[in-house]
């Protein structure tokens, strides 16, 4: 798919202020700092549409972009980090959750992962509770410029070996880099099916 235009719509706290659901919605979520905002930028080729930080806690509401004028991507806030609060770590936050459950055009949420981490424990909670709650989701590994291509393998190999025995079949994972565009034309066109539908 080409990307002819991408623009910033607007902000949320609440999930009932965003846009009216009239259109596809694809969702990016993940810990802190992973690369969400980066990958949306990738993504679009548009190097500062959405908030990149080198420091975790960067974005931190709902952010609709709308692209070729007929479908949105959604920059979420990361979880499992707090700037003031040790309590609410590890915890996914009532924005996010309501976002997830009630956002009735979302298609399908990426779940972003660091490739360069062993399996998380609030990686792998999270994906439990969407799938305990029915959410259609798939993973995306993030910056594998920084792994080999053994190393590439060996990451996804080790989510599965962790998932096998709570899941039946493994969700679709996609391996990316927001430096290289690694899996730009695989992502773009998992979309672009899903928009068909
Ligand atoms: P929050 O909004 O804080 O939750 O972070 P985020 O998930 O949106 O991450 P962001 O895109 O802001 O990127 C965080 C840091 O990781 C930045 O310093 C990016 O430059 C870096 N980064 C993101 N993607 C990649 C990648 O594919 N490769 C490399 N090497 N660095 C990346
Ligand atoms: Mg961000």
Redesign the pocket.
Known sequence: MEIKSASFVISNTDVKKCPAPDRHEYAFI??????????I??LTNYSKL??????????QLINHFLINNEWYLV?L??YG?ARTSKSQRGQFSSMIKNYILKRENMVCLFV?IDSRHDPLKIDLDFMEWLGENGVPFVMVF?????LTTTERMNCIAKYQEKMKDTWESMPMAFI?????KLGRVELLSYISELNKL
């Open positions: 993940g810990r802190s700092n992973v690369g969400k905002s980066s990958l930028n990738m959405a908030k990149t930080s080198a420091s975790p806690g960067k974005t920059d806030p990361g980090y972003l993030t910056k594998a410029d920084k990316t880099s927001a430096e290289t």
